[in-house]
C-alpha cells in the first residue's frame, strides 16, 4: 500500500485499505485470465503480424491455439480494440472483458 506524492516526488506507505488484500477477499483469478496464460506458457501464439502505429499504438495479428485473432494495443498495453472468432467474444466482446486467445496475444 504505497501512494506517490506528486508535489515532493516521494513515494510513502500509507494505509489505504482498511485490511490487506487476500485472495480470500479477492477471489480467483478470471478463467479467461488463466487459460491465456496458459497459452503462453505452452507456446500456443504464433504472432503473424506486428505493426507499429503512431502514439505508441500497435496491431497485433497472431494464431492462438488454432484460433485467429487481432487487436489494437495502445502505449499502456490496453487493448482499445479486438476481434476474435471464439464464442467468448463473440457473445460479449470487450464489454466483458477480453477472451483467453487476445489475453495470451497481449
Do not use: I, W
Amino acid at each position: 500500500q504505497v501512494v506517490h506524492d506528486v508535489a515532493g516526488d516521494a513515494h510513502r506507505y500509507r494505509s489505504v485499505m482498511p485490511q490487506a488484500l487476500s485472495d480470500a477477499l479477492v477471489g480467483p483469478e478470471a478463467p479467461a485470465l488463466v487459460a491465456g496464460r496458459g497459452h503462453v506458457a505452452a507456446r500456443r501464439v504464433r504472432l503473424t503480424r506486428e505493426e507499429p502505429l503512431d502514439a505508441g499504438r500497435r496491431v497485433l495479428v497472431a494464431d492462438v491455439a488454432g484460433q485467429a485473432c487481432e487487436a489494437l494495443v495502445d502505449r499502456d498495453q490496453r487493448l482499445s480494440k479486438a476481434a476474435c472468432g471464439c464464442a467468448a467474444f463473440r457473445k460479449g466482446g470487450l464489454k466483458v472483458g477480453p477472451c483467453e486467445h487476445l489475453v495470451a496475444l497481449n
